[in-house]
């Protein structure tokens, strides 16, 4: 039995008993901060969601990168992304005699970092009715150069990642072997060392400021047209191997985003879904506690009935035959957790209450059974209903994991469950992408570990007889 | 003396939740009747195409090949029983499940090749409970012991950490330690497999056997553990720390009785029917595995066959596993009913 005799009354003593003691402040805190972070998501662009699915537009972010802080604990200084828009490109126009147009775009690179960027990608937007003679040619800050690309192309839009590119690839293979290099070195490698270490057979990045004065790389592109309206833009993307404050996945998304974004989902489903199966059963096993007899032996067996089913089994089979969003499945849940183990721990406590003196006394003066359920019983419940409340929420966050690990989450909404799903199934442990895994985990396990401080300031208070010596 | 009508009673409403139980199961279980939609559609679908591919059918006129096409159909569909409504074949289902007629499986096979639901449920059974019903074990036996060590001294140091670290384990589930101890201990220890039952290709040798399917097992084992036994030791402390506080244990101790003599013979001995329970109930639980757990470890057991008979919608083996589950459930509340009432005189209601 539980010992209600100095248990707080009512929301308001609640609220006392929670900030008042140094587990439930730190729970508190710890949410508040949680809040604050999705705070962020309200200046992210609006249509995240549909962003978020959309491949197309992640590709100014690197793959699996991991977080850019990783650099204090690694030492070093490993690249992070660099993009050029069109307008940082030097562009000079030259008419040329007797027709044609020769366009040039410069781009100057201040590269500093101890690693080559993880990719290389130039988006080029050529203008035009004709086709043109594109060159690439890229230079080191040591002086020495490479032409990367030298082709007839039609106008139109293209992106030329330069690492796996057929041609680059091709003409960085007969530069290495000019200079007298016998392996195929990777692009990033040949591209971002000094020519003498290439040659010496010692390959070594060489930074901008490496030489004096210090010099940038440069990435020239010429294009040469006869055709008129012929124009050339350009944007060049170095792709660092870090990124931002919780790295990328495996399709280049932003992982702080999809924290930020998860974690109102994750809170709204949690709490909602805790609220709504706690009270539910709480007032069901009150109304039993209290009228007893029939009532009493429907509620009781209906119970046991609940017990028995075996709910994430049902709930999977409901979620894979309609295929729902998360709100969808939170009706599933709620529905499959009408009754429940609050059911039975509430009516014990309900049995206790109603012999006290002041439900007779309510009785007497003719309080109806109902004004006595609701204003004098379950007020008395209610501490034990929060508590039970607080320490449901994770369950109920991490329920919503579960299923995204078995390819059932939300269709389209970026959780932190399906943040989780994806980094297993995309092999983030087995290849070692901690970041995409460990960060989504620990804001799951902040989020728990707060309301379990939250509740355990509850519980102190609740059974009072459980910290006696 | 045993009240028979008080067993009479709970015998009765144990199986009349067992009823309700698996009907509601059968129901969810064949998505309302989705699965039998599903199924017609299927024979529709094998019949016009086997017709299609017979010379001598495609002959016929236009409306004959359509008349005799629709009439095969209706003979297949009725005889699997499917042109009956639903809400009947609900209550076929219900029979056959609570007579333990698990009948054949729609999708998946067991590796001899039977469809029989038995056959393949008793199949997977032997790695479930390798792995979970000693999982089980180990952690309730550690549990107890964590957990009276915590009722000795409560709100001590340790009292305080083990109960924070069971409310945290206890909504953390395991599967998401299996995640984080794949990455540490299969990543960058390398000290276990990332998962599976045994190597590829497996050891001949029975001993060798037996030694890698445990090598396989122990990761699995230790996050299942990890994962359960603070829990189980809060459990544990909250109920002896009832029974400490009751007036016999006070009497105990005012009588002057060693401190070893109190906790073993007034305190642990009226704990020890609920804590009973509870391995009870968990070792009936262990035998249906973990769905998620199992997934992530590539365990070949009950949860890992659930997971795959969800995903293929066959329905006869979520029932078969369902309904099992059930009667093992209800069986071993009733005998646990029996023995108290037998043991403790407070329980007999008239």
Known sequence: MINMGSAPIGIKSVIHEIMHSKSGLTGVVILAFILL???????????????WNDPQAWLDNPRLAAPEWTALFTG??????????????????????????????????????????????????IAGEARSLVTLKWVRPDGSSIELLREVTEPGSRTIFTYIDREITANIQAYLRKIGVADNLPTGVTLFSSEKSLIEGTPKLIKSHDVKPSKPYELIVEATSESKGFNVEAQLNLLGVVY??????????????????GAPIALAFGLVAAFVVTLIQAIFGAISGYYGSKVDEIIQRITDVYLVLPFLSLLITIQFTYKTTIWALLIAVIALSLFGGVTKSVRSMALQIREEPYIE??????????????LYILPRLLPYTFANITVSVPAYVFLEASLSILGLGDPALPTWGK????????????????WWIIIPSMFIVLVSTAFALIWYSLDKVLNPRLREE | MLSKSYLAKRASLLAITLIVATYLTVIIANGGGLVDQILASQIRFDISSTLSRDPSFNRLPEDEREK??????????HAKGLDQPFIVRSFIYLVDALTLRLGQALVIKSNTGSRAVIDIIMERLPATVALFTTATIIYSVLGILVGLAMARKPGGLFDRLMTMLAVITGVIPPWFFAIIFLLLFAFYIRLFPFGGFVSVPSPTDPFLYALDVLYHMVLPLITW???????WAYITRNIVIQTIGEDFVTMAKAKGLPESTVLRRYVLRPSLPPIITNVALALIASWQGAIITEVVFGWPGIGNLLNLAILSTDAPVVIGAA?????????????????YSLVDPRLKIG
């Open chain 2, 68 to 77: 005799l096409l629709e009439q095969r159909i209706e003979l297949a569909i």
């Open chain 1, 419 to 434: 943040l989780i799903s994806e980094a297993f199934s995309g092999g983030a442990a087995y290849y070692g992408y901690w």
């Open chain 2, 323 to 339: 309904v099992m589950y059930a009667y093992l459930l209800v069986a071993t509340v009733l005998i646990l009913d029996i023995i």
């Open chain 1, 76 to 125: 070093g200084n490993p690249a992070k992304t660099i993009i050029l828009k069109p307008q940082d490109f030097k562009k000079d126009v030259q008419q040329l005699q007797p027709s044609g147009t020769k366009i040039e775009l410069r781009a100057r690179i201040v590269y500093d970092y101890d690693t080559p960027p993880s990719e290389m990608n130039l988006m080029l937007k």
């Open chain 1, 244 to 261: 931002g404050l919780c790295g990328t996945d495996n399709l280049r998304r932003d992982v702080f985003i999809g924290i930020v974004w």
């Open chain 1, 37 to 51: 972070t999705s705070l962020a998501a309200l200046v992210s662009p609006a249509n995240i969601v549909e962003k």
């Open chain 2, 225 to 231: 553990i990890i994962a359960s036994f603070p829990f």
């Open chain 1, 361 to 374: 006394a309510a009785k007497s003066y003719g309080a109806s059974r109902r004004r006595i359920l609701f």
